[in-house]
C-alpha cells in the first residue's frame, strides 16, 4: 500500500528554518517525480516544489525560490523540504505528493503543519 | 504565477447533478493535462480526474472531467451528501521552461 507520512513541522518564528520530511512506503521514491503543495488555513491549494524521478530537475514557486530547497535521501526513501527565512505567510499545511500519470498528483500525504509567528 | 479561476461554491440537491467550471490562460492550459482533487473537511485532497478526463480506480463514474481549449468542466452527477467537499482542478503550465503547476482557486460543493 502507497503511504506518505510527513513530518518535521512546528511552531517557528519569522526568519527561521525547518527542515520538513516526507517518509515513503509501498513505492520506491527514486521512480517517480514528487511535489510538495501547501494550504494556509482557510485557502485554497498552493503548489510549491518538484523533483523529477531522476532527482536533476527541481522547479520552486515563485513565492519560495531562494528560500526553500527540495532534496531527497533514497536509501530512507524520504523526501525533504529546507524551508528557510520563514515569514508569516508560509504559515500553512505541507503535504508532499506523488506524481502519477498525466503529471497529476496520485498519493498525498496527510500533511505537516508549519506555523511562523513570533 | 496564475490561478485558475473556478466558482466559489455550486450547489443541489442529492441526486442532482453540478457542473464546476476551471478557467485559465492559454499559457496554463495550452496542450497540458487538467487533474481534478476534492478534498473533504479535514482531509488531505484525492484524486478524482487525471488526464482531463480518466478515473483512477475506485473513482466511481459519477465523476467526469473533460478539457476544451482554456476551460476544463468536472461534472458530479447523482449527487450524494458524501460529496460535500472543497474541488480543486490543476494543471502544468505549458510554459515548461517556469515548471509551475498552478491550481484552480476551488470551489466548495453544498448538498442542499
Known amino acids: 500500500e502507497v503511504q506518505l507520512v510527513e513530518s518535521g513541522g512546528g511552531l517557528i518564528q519569522p526568519g527561521g528554518s525547518l527542515r520538513l520530511s516526507c517518509a515513503a512506503s509501498g513505492f520506491t521514491l527514486s521512480s517517480y517525480a514528487m511535489d510538495w503543495v501547501r494550504q494556509a488555513p482557510g485557502k485554497g491549494l498552493e503548489w510549491v516544489s518538484y523533483m523529477s524521478s531522476g532527482g536533476n530537475t527541481k522547479y520552486y514557486a515563485d513565492s519560495v525560490k531562494g528560500r526553500f530547497t527540495i532534496s531527497r535521501d533514497n536509501a530512507k526513501n524520504s523526501l525533504f523540504l529546507q524551508v528557510n527565512s520563514l515569514r508569516a505567510e508560509d504559515t500553512a499545511v505541507y503535504f508532499c505528493a506523488r506524481e502519477g500519470n498525466g503529471y497529476a498528483f496520485d498519493y498525498w500525504g496527510r500533511g505537516t503543519l508549519v506555523t511562523v509567528s513570533s | 504565477q496564475s490561478v485558475l479561476t473556478q466558482p466559489p461554491s455550486v450547489s443541489a440537491a442529492p441526486g442532482q447533478k453540478v457542473t464546476i467550471s476551471c478557467s485559465g490562460s492559454?499559457?496554463?492550459?495550452?496542450?497540458?493535462?487538467v487533474s481534478w482533487y476534492q478534498q473533504l473537511p479535514g482531509t488531505a485532497p484525492k484524486l478524482l480526474i487525471f488526464?482531463?478526463?480518466k478515473r483512477p480506480l475506485g473513482i466511481p463514474d459519477r465523476f467526469s472531467g473533460s478539457k476544451s481549449g482554456t476551460s476544463a468542466t468536472l461534472d458530479i452527477t447523482g449527487l450524494q451528501t458524501g460529496d460535500e467537499a472543497d474541488y480543486y482542478c490543476g494543471t502544468w503550465d505549458s510554459n515548461l521552461s517556469s515548471g509551475l503547476f498552478v491550481f484552480g482557486s476551488g470551489t466548495k460543493v453544498t448538498v442542499l
Open positions: 492559454s499559457s496554463d492550459f495550452g496542450n497540458s493535462y
Open positions: 488526464e482531463n478526463n
